[in-house]
């Protein structure tokens, strides 16, 4: 039998070794390398919530709950963490996109820290979760050439962005009573997105470089409800709902003037300007058949609009998302094949975004597939691929991008605060 204080060294270790991995986490998560030219907006491009599961189901999860993975699409989920147990999940983001405009292509590959979260219970009614995520993106680079007012002479701007938002959270989920389950997310938001224009010119035998870098920071929470209820004796049926109040973040820009020879000539005072995170809601349903074939959808609404865009090209409107998946193991049995072991998932998603550019909104619309396949004891690896589509619905001088993402997960289920026992 342990002795209690080789007991207690134990858990501390293991929590200090977690805590070391967040932190590298959110620390990788700093150098993201994203390529989307409309992350110049606002600010960037909003990732899509959840995991390996919820990739693979176009992004549903409200409705979703399992014993052996994390789900922070909706924060009541976790109280289907089993009692006396833990899971550390993290995953590792590859996209490859290709842009294209009515006179230009391009190309982009990058790969990126996915997430890296934690989730156990504390008691009978109380599970939580705690883990670093990306919020958002900033890469873009746009080059025009204008004409020198007043002569034939060209100069030319180039305009880069890059930075991005991390996500630290802390989510926790109570059950008040049988199958009913209520949580809450709790979200640190800290980052920093630079945008720099410089200008170029023969005719001026120069260049003037202009740098914006805004500092990030805002604790925002997030709710969730879950009810779990039997249709027919192997048929489980689960309805969720999410919530998110508004949020506005304060901006810190500090502006940098740079000459010829990279010498300072402006770097004015901190200034101030803010932007809104919108106000959501979302539904969902699930139908989990003999622990063999599940089903979900959701259903997601952003207020957007609260926002007002300095480009008058460009709005920022509400937001609409559906998307459903579906998931099936040909097996329960442990006398089973490897193969029958496997689950297979499927998906979908259509996604209105925030954006509107010249009066067109950008939509994001693909397919999602995915498998969940055991490796060793206790270890699971996932695997997430989505094909998709992100533009305007009609023709028009717009970007539009066709991309391609790999999410590569591992799951690691273990158990805490058992003491082994000799005869």
Same mark, same amino acid.
């Not at 230009?104 to 009978?124: C, D, E, H, V, W």
């Not at 049988?178 to 035998?205: A, D, E, H, P, W």
């Not at 090209?313 to 329960?332: D, H, K, M, R, W």
């Not at 028009?396 to 158990?415: A, M, R």
């Given at each position: 039998m342990l002795l209690k !204080?080789?007991?207690y060294m134990k858990i501390i270790f293991r929590i200090q070794f977690i805590s070391l991995l967040l932190f590298n986490g959110l620390v990788l998560h700093s150098q993201t390398n994203t390529s989307y030219p409309y992350s110049m907006y606002g600010i960037g491009d909003i990732k899509t919530p959840g995991f390996a599961q919820n990739r693979a189901f176009g992004g549903a999860g409200i409705a979703l709950s399992s014993n052996s993975t994390l789900n922070n699409v909706?924060?009541? !989920?976790?109280n289907s963490i089993d009692s006396l147990s833990f899971i550390l999940e993290t995953g590792l983001d590859m996209r490859r996109s290709k842009y294209a405009s009515q006179t230009q292509k391009q190309t982009n590959t990058s790969m990126n820290f996915g997430y890296l979260a934690i989730g156990f219970r504390l008691t009978p009614w109380w599970a939580n979760s705690f883990g670093a995520t990306p919020y958002s993106g900033v890469g873009n680079e746009v080059n025009t050439?204008?004409?020198v @007012? *007043? !002569?034939s002479d060209n100069y030319y701007v180039s305009n880069q962005g890059s930075g991005g938002v991390n996500q630290f959270y802390w989510g926790n989920s109570f059950k008040p009573f049988k199958r009913f389950f209520i949580g809450v997310n709790m979200s640190y938001l800290l980052g920093n997105i630079k945008q720099t224009q410089s200008l170029t010119s023969n005719f001026f035998n120069g260049s &003037?470089?202009?740098q914006d870098q805004q500092t990030i920071h805002k604790i925002c929470f997030n709710y969730g409800v879950q009810y779990t209820f039997n249709i027919m004796p192997k048929l489980i049926t689960t309805i969720g *709902? #999410?919530? *998110?109040?508004k949020n506005t973040i304060q901006l810190n820009t500090q502006t940098t003037v740079l000459g010829n020879l990279n010498d300072t000539l402006e770097n004015n005072t901190v200034s101030q300007g803010s932007f809104t995170l919108p106000q959501y809601y979302g539904v969902g349903i699930s139908f989990k058949l003999a622990d063999k074939l599940l089903v979900t !959808?959701?259903?997601k609404f952003y207020q957007w609009s609260q926002n007002k865009s300095i480009r008058p090209e460009v709005q920022f409107v509400n937001s609409t998302n559906y998307c459903a998946g #579906? @998931? &099936? &193991?040909?097996?329960t049995s442990f006398r089973s094949s490897y193969i029958a072991k496997i689950k297979y998932r499927l998906g979908g998603y259509y996604n209105n975004t925030y954006l509107k550019i010249q009066g067109q909104q950008i939509r994001d619309v693909g397919l999602s597939a995915g498998l969940s396949v055991p490796l060793f004891n206790r270890i699971t690896m996932n695997l997430s691929y989505n094909l998709g589509r992100r533009g305007a619905v009609i023709k028009s001088g717009l970007i539009t991008e066709n991309y391609q993402s790999f999410l590569f997960d591992i799951t690691l289920f273990d158990f805490w605060f058992i003491k082994p026992k000799f005869n």
């Amino acid at each position: 039998m342990l002795l209690k !204080s080789d007991k207690y060294m134990k858990i501390i270790f293991r929590i200090q070794f977690i805590s070391l991995l967040l932190f590298n986490g959110l620390v990788l998560h700093s150098q993201t390398n994203t390529s989307y030219p409309y992350s110049m907006y606002g600010i960037g491009d909003i990732k899509t919530p959840g995991f390996a599961q919820n990739r693979a189901f176009g992004g549903a999860g409200i409705a979703l709950s399992s014993n052996s993975t994390l789900n922070n699409v909706n924060p009541a !989920s976790y109280n289907s963490i089993d009692s006396l147990s833990f899971i550390l999940e993290t995953g590792l983001d590859m996209r490859r996109s290709k842009y294209a405009s009515q006179t230009q292509k391009q190309t982009n590959t990058s790969m990126n820290f996915g997430y890296l979260a934690i989730g156990f219970r504390l008691t009978p009614w109380w599970a939580n979760s705690f883990g670093a995520t990306p919020y958002s993106g900033v890469g873009n680079e746009v080059n025009t050439t204008r004409v020198v @007012e *007043g !002569s034939s002479d060209n100069y030319y701007v180039s305009n880069q962005g890059s930075g991005g938002v991390n996500q630290f959270y802390w989510g926790n989920s109570f059950k008040p009573f049988k199958r009913f389950f209520i949580g809450v997310n709790m979200s640190y938001l800290l980052g920093n997105i630079k945008q720099t224009q410089s200008l170029t010119s023969n005719f001026f035998n120069g260049s &003037l470089v202009t740098q914006d870098q805004q500092t990030i920071h805002k604790i925002c929470f997030n709710y969730g409800v879950q009810y779990t209820f039997n249709i027919m004796p192997k048929l489980i049926t689960t309805i969720g *709902g #999410i919530y *998110g109040n508004k949020n506005t973040i304060q901006l810190n820009t500090q502006t940098t003037v740079l000459g010829n020879l990279n010498d300072t000539l402006e770097n004015n005072t901190v200034s101030q300007g803010s932007f809104t995170l919108p106000q959501y809601y979302g539904v969902g349903i699930s139908f989990k058949l003999a622990d063999k074939l599940l089903v979900t !959808s959701d259903y997601k609404f952003y207020q957007w609009s609260q926002n007002k865009s300095i480009r008058p090209e460009v709005q920022f409107v509400n937001s609409t998302n559906y998307c459903a998946g #579906i @998931e &099936l &193991l040909p097996s329960t049995s442990f006398r089973s094949s490897y193969i029958a072991k496997i689950k297979y998932r499927l998906g979908g998603y259509y996604n209105n975004t925030y954006l509107k550019i010249q009066g067109q909104q950008i939509r994001d619309v693909g397919l999602s597939a995915g498998l969940s396949v055991p490796l060793f004891n206790r270890i699971t690896m996932n695997l997430s691929y989505n094909l998709g589509r992100r533009g305007a619905v009609i023709k028009s001088g717009l970007i539009t991008e066709n991309y391609q993402s790999f999410l590569f997960d591992i799951t690691l289920f273990d158990f805490w605060f058992i003491k082994p026992k000799f005869n």
